[in-house]
């Protein structure tokens, strides 16, 4: 493989994803992102002549013929979607367009591009949709994780579109032979993840010595994924794993809301100390609607069949991703100031 079409490139997982290929894998990338508020020019500047961004509407069904045409893909990796939970039930329009609107047309497009590839080109295409354990619903408290033969039990407008377009998926590799493959990963966590989500919100909470919202009694529980070992899993896949097949991403990092926020917490007090412990600013906060109770990953067919696995471990990961955000506050200080929106829309600073 030497180009990849990599959809929503800009976003927190797949500008992670993006870095890899270009810097590690030394593979062109043709990145597609519509740069909604989610998506981020920063997160993907400066890497090299190998990357190119274009930014379109995966929904755009001439936008996205264009692209295999003109680019000429060895493969595709589809990271768009819609991906916050409390925005879909505010606004599950959006997520029914980009999630499950959005994959028919990208994979109409990849069919037509593949049946006019060459046989030698054909066989070695694939199209790998990236999507999550919360299609699998909520477990019990004990037991084992959610494994690729788990039925889909979604519960929220997000986690159903998204198992909607897992259902897409794999019909156009059953239906139409499209090389097909799929994984469902547990919760991501790293550099370049947007403000609205648990970690970074804790974080910057934290930094801005603002109150840490936590919902309900923060019993819930999640399995925790560096990004840099999802996106080496999502390369596994990409050039190891057999179309057709699902393989499920975990962290082996469960545990529940309030022990995370206490553990970013202290990592803090270390890296950053507050005047108090950043601890005391904690306050519990009215569940949200339809809030599974439980999220975990049985991850042993990844690792038995293609020999991946996470290389942090429940400590390791957080202490890199709040150093990260140490670090690069011109990031997100332009995202929470919105400056980041010119970028988006090809202005500049004034």
């Given at each position: 493989?030497?180009?990849?079409?990599?959809?929503?490139?800009?976003?927190?997982?797949?500008?992670?994803?993006?870095?890899?290929?270009?810097?590690?894998?030394?593979?062109?990338v043709?990145?597609?992102?519509?740069?909604?508020?989610?998506?981020?020019?920063?997160?993907?500047?400066?890497?090299?002549?190998?990357?190119?961004?274009?930014?379109?509407?995966?929904?755009?069904s001439?936008?996205?013929?264009?692209v295999?045409?003109?680019?000429?893909?060895?493969?595709?990796?589809?990271?768009?979607?819609?991906?916050h939970?409390?925005?879909?039930?505010?606004?599950p329009?959006?997520?029914?367009?980009?999630?499950?609107?959005?994959?028919?047309?990208?994979?109409?497009?990849?069919?037509?591009?593949?049946r006019?590839?060459?046989?030698?080109?054909?066989?070695?295409?694939?199209?790998?949709?990236?999507?999550?354990?919360?299609?699998?619903?909520?477990?019990?408290?004990?037991?084992?994780?959610?494994?690729?033969?788990?039925?889909?039990?979604?519960?929220?407008p997000?986690?159903?579109?998204?198992?909607?377009?897992?259902?897409?998926?794999?019909?156009?590799?059953?239906?139409y032979?499209?090389?097909?493959?799929?994984?469902?990963?547990?919760n991501?966590?790293?550099?370049?993840?947007?403000?609205?989500?648990?970690?970074?919100?804790?974080?910057?909470?934290?930094?801005?010595?603002e109150?840490?919202?936590?919902?309900?009694?923060?019993?819930?529980?999640?399995?925790?994924?560096?990004?840099?070992?999802?996106?080496?899993?999502?390369?596994?896949?990409?050039t190891?794993?057999?179309?057709?097949?699902?393989?499920n991403?975990?962290?082996?990092?469960?545990?529940?809301?309030?022990?995370?926020?206490?553990?970013?917490?202290?990592?803090?007090?270390?890296?950053?100390?507050?005047?108090?412990?950043?601890?005391?600013?904690?306050?519990?906060?009215?569940?949200?609607?339809?809030?599974?109770?439980?999220?975990?990953?049985?991850?042993?067919?990844i690792?038995?069949?293609?020999?991946?696995?996470?290389?942090e471990?429940?400590?390791?990961?957080?202490?890199?991703?709040?150093?990260?955000?140490?670090?690069?506050?011109?990031?997100?200080?332009?995202?929470?100031?919105?400056?980041y929106?010119?970028?988006?829309?090809?202005?500049?600073?004034?």
């Open positions: 493989m030497n180009t990849i079409l990599v959809t929503g490139g800009a976003g927190f997982i797949g500008s992670n994803l993006v870095h890899l290929l270009v810097k590690e894998k030394q593979l062109r043709v990145n597609v992102d519509k740069l909604t508020y989610a998506g981020n020019r920063a997160s993907v500047q400066d890497l090299s002549e190998r990357h190119t961004l274009v930014q379109a509407d995966v929904e755009d001439a936008a996205m013929r264009r295999f045409t003109e680019f000429q893909p060895d493969a595709v990796m589809h990271l768009a979607a819609e991906s939970v409390d925005r879909s039930i505010d606004g329009g959006d997520f029914i367009r980009t999630n499950l609107l959005g994959t028919f047309e990208l994979l109409q497009a990849a069919l037509e591009y593949y006019g590839l060459p046989e030698d080109r054909k066989a070695g295409f694939r199209f790998l949709h990236i999507s999550t354990d919360e299609v699998y619903g909520s477990l019990a408290p004990e037991g084992p994780g959610f494994s690729e033969s788990t039925p889909y039990d979604p519960h929220s997000y986690s159903a579109s998204k198992a909607g377009s897992d259902h897409l998926a794999r019909a156009w590799c059953d239906t032979g499209l090389p097909v493959l799929v994984t469902n990963c547990s991501n966590y790293g550099p370049f993840q947007f403000p609205e989500k648990l970690i970074p919100v804790v974080i910057l909470k934290c930094l801005r010595n109150d840490i919202p936590v919902y309900g009694t923060g019993d819930n529980v999640r399995d925790w994924l560096y990004v840099r070992d999802h996106v080496e899993a999502l390369y596994t896949v990409l190891k794993g057999i179309p057709g097949q699902t393989y991403i975990g962290g082996d990092n469960e545990r529940t809301n309030l022990d995370l926020v206490q553990t970013l917490c202290g990592i803090l007090d270390d890296l950053h100390p507050g005047s108090v412990p950043y601890a005391d600013k904690i306050t519990f906060v009215k569940d949200r609607p339809g809030h599974d109770k439980r999220y975990a990953i049985d991850a042993t067919k690792r038995n069949e293609l020999g991946w696995e996470p290389q471990d429940v400590e390791t990961g957080f202490r890199k991703t709040v150093l990260w955000y140490l670090e690069n506050r011109d990031w997100w200080e332009r995202i929470l100031s919105g400056d929106q010119l970028d988006r829309l090809g202005l500049q600073d004034s």
